[in-house]
């Protein structure tokens, strides 16, 4: 019989931690004093100390209606008090999950309307992948196998998603990866090298999809997935021009096109035998309602539009310090660049532990939130207050300065 935790009693320390917790990309050598949360309430989180911080990135870009909130609390009680679980296989359902997929059909574009849940962003690209390949099957086009993205993306660490991810941190310790797997630039604003100054960025970077396809064979081409937002990748927000040019080229070329949102928002043949355990998960869609419900009635996409231009007008006075390469947002979402030279645009070499030295300099100023390739991002919960933004802010422009007069020492 597995036993609970006296919470009565003292509790487990970070060398219980070590001993048996494995924790997702981590080692322990790496981080010696990690943090212990304990509470979340709206943007901030406090640690087992009694000190509070902002989550500069909603737990993990997930927690957009804010810490502590009761009534998803309640929702989820309600839900397991009545029916726990059941399986959405064939032959089965459940009310939540009706009434979620409902919902999502009625916010979701006309032309998106029935729905496959699954309990998280690899799960979904995995299905996203199986998809497309089953589509075109299904048309008698078997060899349309081939997945196109992009250099920076994220697309989750199972072994297709981390095939489709275009980090190469991730690659190494699991090679080789799957076959059939191909990226092309990211539209970055700052890093994009546009090879053809009469052509905007955006259709520029957008052409190295045709190019891709044409030289794969458009045959043997299955889909092309994107994030419109590439988030852990360094939060790259593509011009304008970018998706429609790239829409053009799949429905050209008959490629279909994916959105990975997970972090953005929300976006016949023989049997589909696809499946997973949670998929339709009754307390999970339960709570996934409520959610829906308090972004609707609280305004909050329309409160994130109104505080991004707050967010974007701070973050370009960042552009003065010296280290700050680039700053980027839309909405509530955002990053700083940090680079060695503004001139060149170069990186600091990894032996000036730049990513670490932001981390801990905003952590020490109260910022807890992701240092990727040494971009600042930010994605706070869309319930952060003016001042809290400020704040936000604030402490990048004092943990900046003070990383790089760190690493120079």
């Known amino acids: 019989m597995l036993l609970l935790p006296d919470m009565s009693q003292p509790r487990p320390g970070l060398e ?53 909130r009761e009534s998803l609390a309640k929702a989820a009680h309600d839900q397991m008090a009545t029916l726990a679980y059941c399986s959405s296989y064939a032959g089965s359902t459940n009310y939540p999950a009706i009434a979620l997929a409902e919902r999502l059909s009625q916010i979701a574009y006309s032309s998106i309307n029935t729905f496959f849940f699954t309990s998280g962003g690899a799960e979904a690209t995995e299905s996203s992948i199986k998809t497309a390949r089953f589509y075109w099957k299904a048309l008698g086009k078997a060899d349309k196998t081939k997945i196109i993205s992009r250099h920076r993306a994220y697309h989750g660490l199972t072994l297709a998603a981390m095939s489709a991810t275009g980090l190469p941190a991730f690659w190494p310790m699991f090679e080789p990866r799957v076959p059939g797997f191909f990226h092309i630039d990211a539209p970055d604003p700052y890093r994009f090298v546009n090879p053809d100054p009469a052509t905007s960025l955006g259709v520029a970077a957008a052409n190295q999809l045709e190019a ?40 050209r070329h ?21 499946a997973y355990t949670y998929s339709g998960h009754p307390t999970c869609c339960a709570v996934a309602l409520r959610n829906i419900e308090i972004l609707h009635d609280e305004r909050l996409v329309e409160r994130a539009a109104r505080l991004g ?50 981390t801990d300099a905003l952590l020490e100023r109260g910022l807890y939130t992701r240092v990727a390739m040494d971009c600042i991002c930010i994605a706070p919960p869309l319930v952060i207050s003016e001042a809290q933004l400020d704040r936000l802010v604030d402490i990048i422009a004092d943990a900046v300065p003070a990383a790089l007069t760190a690493a120079r020492a």
């Not at 981080?31 to 909603?58: C, F, H, M, N, S």
């Not at 044409?214 to 970018?242: H, M, N």
């Open 212 to 251: 891709a396809i044409l030289r794969e064979g458009p045959d043997t081409v299955a889909a092309f997935i994107a994030e419109p937002i590439q988030g852990a990748g360094g939060v790259i927000v593509p011009p304008l021009d970018y998706f429609p040019r790239i829409r053009e080229i799949c429905d």
């Open 309 to 358: 231009v707050q967010l974007a007008e701070r973050l370009q006075q960042l552009t003065r310090l010296d280290g700050v390469g680039h700053v980027r947002s839309l909405g509530l979402i955002g990053a700083v660049e940090i680079v060695a030279d503004q001139a060149t645009k170069a990186l600091h070499p990894p032996e000036a532990q730049m990513t670490a030295r932001l």
């Open 254 to 274: 008959d490629v279909l096109l994916i959105a990975d949102d997970v972090i953005n928002g929300v976006a016949p043949g023989k049997r589909w035998m696809h």
């Open 16 to 68: 219980v931690d070590r001993a048996h917790l494995m924790h997702p990309l981590h080692h322990p050598s790496a981080y010696p004093q990690a943090k212990t949360w304990v509470e979340g309430r709206g943007a901030i989180i406090t640690d087992a100390t009694g000190r509070e911080y902002l989550d500069g990135l909603a737990g993990l870009w997930n927690v957009n209606v804010g810490h502590g």
